[in-house]
């Protein structure tokens, strides 16, 4: 064996032993990537209804990514696909916080410093936390900003913090890129890390 190939540093995502990844883990992420995909093309169709940019005569969304058919039905696909998404969160959050997973899973100082570090496995590893610190605050304005939407009255003290209606659209609409570019970089770091072991980990 050469020296190059003994070192752990080198050793291919494809050859590495297949991750274990805890029952609560598979879940959350195979209920979470199904209720994105429903949250998203429905939110699209609502967008078709009323576009955030242009108003009515706006640019929208190619009617084969939309689901629902008509608003009526992409809001009821939306808020149902809400709930679960919510709800998964409210679930794996109390998880990760009994089993005291979270020291694990975000950011602390000792991932600035390993930003700086010449080892990429720990660089990867400090961008995960980091990815998955930063998403937190966009999920809770994900989620506080469309039930602004549902229930305008009822949240009436939350929405007023965004100055109008408009703020509060274009502030929910965003969230959708965010999240869905958080979820490309998830998927890109743990090919980095596991290769498509790593992926498959997360679901089966």
């Avoid at 005291?100 to 590893?125: C, E, G, T, V």
């Avoid at 890129?177 to 679901?203: A, C, D, E, N, Q």
Wanted: one cysteine or more.
């Amino acid at each position: 064996m050469s020296p190059k190939s003994a070192n752990p540093k080198s050793v291919n995502p494809k050859s590495a032993p297949t991750p274990k990844q805890a029952i609560f883990a598979k879940a959350f992420h195979s209920i979470n990537i199904l209720a994105l995909i429903f949250m998203t093309a429905s939110g699209l169709q609502i967008y078709n209804a009323n576009p955030v940019f242009g108003g009515r005569a706006g640019w929208r969304f190619p009617k084969e990514i939309l689901l629902g058919g008509w608003l009526g039905a992409g809001r009821n696909w939306h808020f149902a696909s809400m709930w679960v998404f919510s709800m998964s969160l409210l679930v794996y959050g109390i998880y990760i916080f009994i089993t005291r997973r979270w020291k694990h899973r975000f950011a602390s100082d000792k991932d600035i410093q390993a930003l700086q570090a010449k080892n990429p496995k720990r660089k990867n590893y400090a961008w995960h936390r980091l990815a998955y610190t930063a998403i937190v605050p966009i999920l809770i304005l994900a989620i506080l900003s469309g039930l602004c939407m549902y229930k305008p009255v009822q949240f009436a003290w939350i929405s007023g913090l965004f100055g109008s209606w408009q703020n509060l659209r274009i502030a929910h609409f965003l969230t959708i890129p965010i999240v869905l570019i958080f979820t490309i970089v998830h998927i890109s770091l743990s090919l980095k890390v596991g290769g498509i072991k790593m992926i498959r980990s997360m679901f089966i």
